[in-house]
């Protein structure tokens, strides 16, 4: 009877005080300034250099270009660029090698899919990739 009494003591305690999960879904997670997320990619600065997909240690990156056009402007314009977010391992090192600043950061991180082909994320997808932004990463 005494274990009951100590049982409902702790229990009425703590419904009192202050909770510490989150509503997730509902909510969103207070992220740091600094955090890793999902890469945002501006094909409109991209200039076709291959250093991101380079410097990537796991080989997700899959970036080809073609020859501009017009006969009058130099360089390349974008192709494809594919990134396998089933082994990228969100390093950062393809925004920090970035010239022109084609890749940025975010603080999406939810890549939840049912099926391992749909982490196969294209151009499209990564340009319309606008959620979470960094601070220090919008334009």
Same mark, same amino acid.
Request: one cysteine or more.
């Given at each position: 009877?005494?274990?009951?009494?100590?049982?409902?003591?702790?229990?009425?305690?703590?419904?009192?005080?202050?909770?510490?999960?989150? !509503?997730?879904?509902?909510?969103?997670? &207070?992220?740091? $300034? *600094?955090? *890793?997320?999902? /890469?945002?990619?501006?094909?409109?600065?991209?200039?076709?250099?291959?250093? =991101? %997909? %380079?410097?990537?240690?796991? $080989? =997700?990156?899959?970036?080809?270009?073609?020859?501009?056009? !017009?006969?009058?402007?130099?360089?390349?314009?974008? !192709?494809?660029? !594919?990134?396998?977010?089933?082994? =990228?391992?969100?390093c950062d090192l393809c925004? &920090?090698?970035?010239?022109? +600043?084609?890749?940025?950061?975010?603080?999406?991180? &939810?890549? %939840?899919?049912?099926? *391992? $082909? +749909?982490?196969?994320?294209?151009? +499209?997808?990564? $340009?319309?990739?606008? /959620?979470?932004? *960094?601070?220090?990463?919008?334009?």
């Open positions: 009877m005494l274990g009951l009494v100590k049982g409902l003591k702790y229990t009425l305690q703590s419904l009192t005080k202050k909770k510490v999960t989150y !509503d997730y879904p509902n909510e969103p997670l &207070e992220l740091p $300034d *600094r955090f *890793r997320g999902i /890469q945002k990619f501006y094909p409109e600065k991209c200039i076709v250099c291959n250093q =991101c %997909a %380079a410097i990537c240690p796991t $080989d =997700c990156i899959l970036l080809t270009g073609k020859k501009h056009p !017009d006969p009058t402007k130099k360089g390349k314009i974008i !192709d494809t660029y !594919d990134i396998n977010f089933e082994i =990228c391992i969100l925004t &920090e090698v970035c010239p022109t +600043e084609a890749i940025v950061m975010t603080n999406n991180f &939810e890549l %939840a899919e049912y099926s *391992r $082909d +749909e982490l196969f994320k294209n151009l +499209e997808w990564l $340009d319309e990739n606008d /959620q979470n932004i *960094r601070r220090e990463n919008k334009v």
